[in-house]
């Protein structure tokens, strides 16, 4: 059974320089513990994460005030924003099925 990994508070959370300067494959997931929609992508997210094994995985607890989701301009939970050497190559908004990610995971 996989164990949801807790999202990182702010203070535990990455800068955007150090995630700017995260060498290989990130995914980025911004939510919350609380967010209905943050809660049922998590299956989601870990299927594909499963098949994409060479993917960071970094959650990251997002809300008003919190700086990094700021940086990537956060919209809507949960967002996945996908890096390479740093660099922003894709986003999902809101994943319900595996098929919504898959697409980004293979384009990076």
Known sequence: M???T???SETDAPSRTDVDALPGLT???F???WCGHCRAAQPVVAEALALHTQWR???VEDGPG???GRSY???LWPTL???RDGQEVARVVRPTQVSDLLPALHAA
């Open 6 to 8: 807790p999202y990182l």
């Open 66 to 68: 919190r700086a990094l």
């Open 81 to 83: 924003v996908l890096l």
């Open 73 to 75: 301009r956060v919209k």
């Open 27 to 29: 995914v980025l997931e």
């Open 2 to 4: 996989h164990t949801p």
């Open 31 to 33: 939510g919350t513990s």
């Open 57 to 59: 995985h970094v959650k």
